[in-house]
């Protein structure tokens, strides 16, 4: 019986173990090194860790989308980022079972973008762009959204990287409620949110804003937005870091 006991013990901690390294396989990209949690433990399905050149993802077989998009978004990158003209290259992502990830021909005439949660006017470079055109990196999103409210949110997180120095960032899906619907055999968010945390001000918070044409964004505490999305974003912070609201700076749409 002991030993039966000591072996569960033992698998037990190699599980937490394994867990444990894979959240953390890409660490430069979460703050203190730490990755997301899931607090709803039915989003961890047929999920995996992809690790690119300025940012991390974790996707779901599920969805076939990302559930968050993580990157250090610096001063420097947005800079060279600038320079950078831009080259489509939507592609399916390899590393995923096929069964699991999204394809080409899901978007294909549905009507929604190929929306980015990293975005590419974050890339530095040619291969960080290229890597940015995954579609595990891809959600459908509505595209009056898209390059509206959403391309707004984008650029004013950019300003602040510049005068800031650095943020950490984190970006996704939320499916909220059970009226849920498909293109293809990807599952379309009701929102989206993206975080922004400032080590500067050790300070964060959160844009919101529901997947539709014509709609406004909202702000809270990145413990307002764990509690809407089941996702411990950042767990390297306190309950009362949590709720410390980064001052977010307005965002602009852009004139149709």
């Known amino acids: 019986m002991k030993k039966q006991n000591f072996a569960a013990a033992l698998l037990s901690l190699a599980t937490s173990l394994a867990t444990s390294l894979a959240l953390a396989s890409c660490p430069a990209h979460y703050v203190d090194g730490k990755a997301p ?63 699991h990830r999204a394809e080409l021909s899901d978007y294909a005439r549905s009507g929604y973008d190929r929306g980015h949660m990293v975005p590419n006017g974050n890339m530095p470079d040619r291969k960080t762009q290229h890597e940015s055109f995954t579609l595990a990196n891809m959600v459908p999103q509505n595209g009056d959204n898209n390059r509206q409210v959403w391309a707004g949110i984008e650029q004013a997180v950019r300003k602040l990287a510049v005068k800031e120095g650095d943020l950490y960032v984190i970006t996704g899906p939320a499916f909220i409620g059970s009226d849920l619907r498909k293109i293809g055999n990807v599952l379309v968010p009701t929102h989206l949110y993206k975080v922004v945390y400032s080590p500067r001000q050790r300070a964060g918070g959160a844009y919101f804003v529901e997947n539709q044409p014509d709609v406004p964004y909202v702000t809270m505490t990145v413990a307002e937005l764990e509690q809407k999305i089941g996702i411990n974003l950042l767990p390297s912070l306190t309950p009362q870091q949590k709720q410390t609201m980064l001052k977010l700076p307005a965002v602009k749409t852009r004139k149709r």
């Open 37 to 99: 949690e899931f607090l709803n433990q039915k989003l961890a399905a047929n999920t995996q860790e992809l690790c690119y050149g300025v940012f991390g993802i974790m996707h779901s077989g599920v969805t076939r989308t990302p559930l968050w998009a993580a990157e250090r978004l610096t001063a420097a990158n947005v800079e060279l980022a600038r320079d950078l003209d831009r080259e489509n290259s939507f592609h399916p992502e390899e590393r995923l079972p096929r069964q």
